[in-house]
T-cell receptor
Framework: DTEVTQTPKHLVMGMTNKKSLKCEQH?????MYWYKQKAKKPPELMFV???????INESVPSRFSPECPNSSLLNLHLHALQPEDSALYLC????????????FGPGTRLTVL | AQSVTQPDIHITVSEGASLELRCNYS??????LFWYVQSPGQGLQLLLK??????LVQGIKGFEAEFKRSQSSFNLRKPSVHWSDAAEYFC??????????FGTGTRLKVLA
């Protein structure tokens, strides 16, 4: 299985809602990533988990809360988002040796009203 | 400073024509280099990668890229473009264990 899956595909939420994005991989990768991508821009790194521990937080606002329950799952909890947080949220995974090619999921299109 | 430059924001080619997308990088060490493709509203798909060894690397979908250290370039090529190749293409440098430095992307349009 060489796939990263993400659910849901689309999400619309109000600024007072709480929602979660889910990412799953079964490639045995021990690094998992969250990216945010705005239209016509490259992805921007948000968080990196290595061996289920948070390794990198790129100064992301606390209204985004990541969680890595196990080596295959990555969640992104959303609360009190702003309209400018509307974007495509991408999950990725990679090995931790022999190069760091990242495998991306299809993304969740988030719209904040 | 570490950076990746994709000089062409948009490129339009006719179906069946050859394609070259440019990528220049600035990185202190020997780079890990990647090309990704992204169709609208989709995730990024890895086309090919360069870590070391042969400077001409073959990828999926008939793409290849050549690493030229002297020019700090990693250009992507395809001899004959198909309409389904229309997409956004990102060049990236692996900057450490986890981080990528992405170029700004090149949007490819294919004319029938």
């Amino acid at each position: 299985d060489t796939e990263v899956t993400q659910t849901p595909k689309h999400l619309v939420m109000g600024m007072t809602n709480k929602k979660s994005l889910k990412c799953e991989q079964h490639m045995g990768h021990r690094a998992m990533y969250w990216y945010k991508q705005k239209a016509k821009k490259p992805p921007e790194l948000m968080f990196v988990y290595s061996y289920e521990k948070l390794s990198i937080n790129e100064s992301v606002p606390s209204r985004f809360s990541p969680e890595c329950p196990n080596s295959s799952l990555l969640n992104l909890h959303l609360h009190a988002l702003q309209p400018e947080d509307s974007a495509l949220y991408l999950c990725a995974s990679s090995r931790l040796a022999g190069g760091n090619e990242q495998f991306f999921g299809p993304g969740t299109r988030l719209t904040v009203l | 400073a570490q950076s990746v430059t994709q000089p062409d924001i948009h490129i339009t080619v006719s179906e069946g024509a050859s394609l070259e997308l440019r990528c220049n990088y600035s990185y202190g060490a020997t780079p890990y280099l990647f090309w990704y493709v992204q169709s609208p509203g989709q995730g990024l798909q890895l086309l090919l990668k360069y870590f070391s060894g042969d400077t001409l690397v073959q990828g999926i979908k008939g793409f290849e890229a050549e690493f030229k250290r002297s020019q700090s370039s990693f250009n992507l090529r395809k001899p004959s473009v198909h309409w389904s190749d229309a997409a956004e293409y990102f060049c990236a440098v692996g900057a450490g264990t986890y981080k990528y430095i992405f170029g700004t992307g090149t949007r490819l349009k294919v004319l029938a």
